[in-house]
């Protein structure tokens, strides 16, 4: 329980400093490799959340970009982008301590397309039917830095 504590330990300090309420600390064994709190406020960068700052600092120690022998704790359910990072990153275990249902009674992040409470159902609709316009342009050469990175390293030789 301890890696617990220190979590919303340091959840609560970001707010008092003027953050937002969410952090991260991330486990390997008993050593914490990474701990981090969101300072999506402080830095105006919308990718600063505590799990993404976490990860790429435990990558950055580890020297890799896979962290499946280490354990990764959150005060909160994840958002989508920071589920994605723990999903490319491989993770043993994901442990939170509470879900967006229990505090959004006192703490909201609506933003012009993302609200938590629907962001999820964009994800099965068609790009044309998203709530973020998108299009897709055609290039002759859309697939050579594919091509490229095969040629260097892939296993599937076209």
């Given amino acids: 329980m301890e890696i617990i504590e220190r979590v919303i330990q340091l959840a609560n300090k970001n707010v008092e400093e003027g953050g937002r309420p969410f952090s991260c600390i991330i486990t390997r064994g008993d050593e914490i490799i990474a701990e981090r709190a969101n300072q999506v406020a402080q830095t105006n960068d919308p990718t600063a959340h505590a799990e993404t700052l976490a990860i790429q600092e435990a990558c950055k120690k580890l020297g890799t970009e896979h962290l499946t022998d280490c354990e990764i704790y959150i ?22 301590i509470t879900t967006r249902e229990e505090y959004k009674t006192y703490y909201r992040d609506d933003r012009k397309y993302f609200e938590l409470e629907n ?5 099965p609709k068609s790009i044309e039917d998203r709530r973020l316009p998108m299009e897709q342009i055609d290039h002759a050469e859309r697939l050579q830095p594919y091509k490229l990175w095969n040629e260097k390293h892939g296993t599937n030789k076209a």
Avoid: I, R
Wanted: glycine residues 4%; contains cysteine.
């Fill in 119 to 123: 962001f999820y159902d964009e994800y």
């Fill in 75 to 96: 005060l909160a359910s994840p958002c989508p982008m920071c589920l994605g990072a723990m999903y490319y990153c491989s993770p043993k275990k994901v442990t939170y």
